[in-house]
């Protein structure tokens, strides 16, 4: 009798939530950018300078700019509609929010607040540095731990408003913030692709992606902790998970 009820109300939180708006996790846009994006982007200016095409593995392979443009645009499309379909992290529905990895239904009646914020991680893996802004959809709740659900676009945010536009949350800073990082990394990359881009403009790129990585991070986490207390905290090398939160 246990089993068929906790069975039966696990086949209904799933059906409610088929409902709602699933949200994948947008890690992978990371190793995106890392792995291939860059070295893409390496070879298109190795050639641009050549002028001719790039002969790799012996003369077996000749690639161009123009062969490089079609190979950057099919992976990235390839990728992100691989990991739009593939697992997912949460739904935001009628009943509030719902959390795949640890089977938990969040009401809108336990949660006095949600916002989206930047929390650094850094750390070694296989003696190599990493360092990432995670883009987190922090749940506050009811006489709970708030819950943070890593690497969750902006637009989760916007589907808590659509749902329940009551609720608090600081969709306007989270907006700001998404906007200058959009403009900030399209325009860099609109300069090379173009070859608008000014060697002499280095040091102003590089105060603006410190601003990026470090400032609006640190300035949006404290600014939610000064309305609903000092429980995110930025990743260390020594504590991954420095937040005192779920973590999802």
């Known amino acids: ?16 939530m088929k409902k709602g708006i699933k949200f994948h996790s947008i890690y992978y846009r990371y190793y995106l950018f890392i792995v291939v994006i860059l070295p ?13 095409k790039l002969e790799l593995f012996q003369g077996m392979v000749s690639i161009g700019q123009e062969e490089i443009n079609y190979i950057l645009s099919g992976i990235s499309l390839f990728l992100i509609l691989l990991f739009s379909f593939i697992g997912w992290k949460c739904s935001i529905g009628e009943e509030g929010i719902y959390l795949c990895k640890i089977d938990l239904l969040v009401p809108w009646t336990e949660i006095t607040a949600v916002s989206h914020v930047w929390i650094n991680e850094a750390h070694y ?8 802004n995670r883009k987190t959809l922090v749940v506050y709740r009811k006489d709970y731990k708030p819950i943070c659900i890593y690497n969750i676009s902006l637009l989760g945010l916007y589907a808590v408003k659509f749902y329940h536009p009551e609720i608090r949350t600081n969709l306007m800073t989270a907006s700001l913030a998404t906007t200058f990082n959009l403009i900030l990394n399209s325009t860099l990359l609109y300069g090379v ?17 410190f601003i990026k990585a470090f400032i609006l991070p640190v300035l949006m986490l404290a600014g939610q902790n000064k309305k ?7 990743a260390t090398i020594y504590s991954i998970n420095a937040s005192d939160a779920i973590h999802v």
Do not use: C, P
């Not at 009820?5 to 059906?15: A, I, N, P, Q």
């Not at 893996?125 to 990432?132: D, E, Q």
């Not at 609903?228 to 930025?234: D, T, V």
């Open 40 to 52: 893409l982007l390496f070879l298109w200016t190795i050639t641009e300078k050549r002028g001719e």
């Open 125 to 132: 893996v296989r003696k190599k540095f990493l360092f990432y």
């Open 193 to 209: 692709v173009t070859k608008s881009y000014q060697f002499e403009n280095t040091v102003i790129w590089t105060i603006l992606y």
């Open 1 to 16: 009798m246990i089993f068929l009820t906790g069975l039966r109300h696990s086949v209904g939180v799933s059906f409610r």
């Open 228 to 234: 609903y207390g000092n429980a995110l905290k930025h």
